[in-house]
């Protein structure tokens, strides 16, 4: 069973920045499609960023040139960099992971089997 945990939520005014982590517990981290979704109060959730096993990676347009998604090397973890932040950003973003994925789907909610608790980031204007 592969656990994770996400920390680095908080309060931010707009335009500041958080980084968000999260902990992955499998041996065979590498072969894995991570991704963080978020959602809003009274919204679906949304599929933010993802990173598919090769390395490749995928934005919401709402996020691009703002947010990156990463991988640590040394550690099981994934980051998420969110920088110039907005109220509208304000959610709990979760953290998801998948066995192998179609690069195609890496920001499907439906494609990932395991999920954090997720972590809430607050905006204020």
């Known amino acids: 069973q592969v656990q994770l945990v996400e920390s680095g939520g908080g309060s931010v005014q707009a335009g500041g920045s958080l980084r968000l982590s999260c902990a992955v517990s499998?041996?065979?981290?590498?072969?894995?499609?991570m991704a963080w979704f978020r959602q809003p109060p009274g919204k679906e959730r949304e599929g933010v960023a993802g990173?598919?096993?090769?390395?490749?990676?995928s934005y919401a347009d709402s996020v691009k040139g703002r947010f990156t998604i990463s991988k640590g090397n040394a550690k099981n973890t994934v980051y998420l960099e969110m920088n110039s932040l907005k109220p509208e950003d304000t959610a709990v973003y979760y953290c998801?992971?998948?066995?192998?994925?179609?690069?195609?789907?890496?920001?499907?909610?439906?494609?990932?089997?395991?999920w954090g608790r997720g972590t809430q980031v607050t905006v204020s204007s």
């Open positions: 998801a992971a998948v066995f192998r994925c179609s690069f195609a789907r890496v920001r499907w909610s439906t494609e990932y089997d395991y």
């Open positions: 499998t041996r065979t981290y590498s072969d894995y499609c």
């Open positions: 990173i598919h096993s090769d390395g490749m990676t």
